[in-house]
């Protein structure tokens, strides 16, 4: 018996493939209608989490934040069955994760974070990615659970809260590609450019392609052979800023990017790769 507490677009999909694989599933979310409508599929719907995960050898979390964690977790306490091992798939600080590994080990239970890159359709396709770290015999005996929910597990080794650590450093590489590329639309509509013109500039060159060779230059820790000088990127930078401004389009990155590029420049980096931006954080 599974028990899933939160019923949102990730956690409703997580059930209805569990369903689909043959699993029971008992299920709970603070709005009851949203825990009932998973009836239909086949879960069983309680208005009481503590009720909820009476009889479940397995206790899945898809919620908000830590205090919502852990504020579920106290109040299912009494009803979890001894042994169970709790899953928590919720995006959470790294110091949460690792204290509730902690106070529930202490309390007799098996606590696991277990952070995803999936979105609602990869949980009913039982597809993306799952993270987990930790106790490295608990994580074995899991991993072929957890291997059929997601495309596929990846295991960061025996340091608890070093998954909850990787998906945050994932997700604020989004959180910065986004706002990134929303600027980048900014200036496309400033340069009078139709959003056609820049998907199919993307769908023929794909920047993302060098990201591993990004990376590991910004790494090296040299920058004295550069593929595109400081100076010159922080030109090319001054000129997408007055193309926004002569037409009223605001920038939210890219000012505070030609800063950042000043202040290396300042300092004397204007010559070198213009990487060199990254230095005193990428090693």
Known sequence: MIAFLGMGLLGSNFVRALISKN??????????AKAAALEAYGAKAFSSAAEAVKGASRVHLTLKDDHTVNEVLEAVAAGLTPGAVIIDHTTTSADGAVQRTKEWAARGFTYVHAPVFMGPQNALDSTGYMLVSGDQTVI???????????????????????????????????????????????????????????????????????????????????????????????????????????????????????????????????????????????H
């Open 140 to 282: 074995g005996t899991l991993i072929p659970s957890l291997s059929k929910m997601t495309g596929k597990v990846i295991n960061f080794g025996d340091v608890p809260g070093k998954a909850a650590g990787m998906k945050l450093v994932g997700n604020s590489f989004l959180v910065s590609l986004t706002a990134g590329l929303a600027d980048t639309l900014s200036l496309a509509k400033a340069l009078d450019l139709p959003i056609s013109d820049i998907s199919s500039l993307f769908d023929l060159w794909n920047p993302g392609n060098g990201l591993p060779a990004r990376l590991q230059r910004m790494t090296s820790g040299n920058y004295s052979n550069p593929s595109w000088e400081l100076s010159m990127a922080r030109k090319d930078t001054q000129l997408f800023i007055e193309a926004a401004q002569k037409a009223n389009t605001p920038l939210s990155v890219l000012p505070a990017i030609a800063a950042e590029m000043d202040r290396w420049i300042e300092k004397g980096h204007g010559n070198e790769d213009w990487t060199v931006i990254g230095s005193a954080v990428s």
């Open 23 to 32: 699993e029971q599933v008992q299920v709970w979310n603070r709005t009851a």
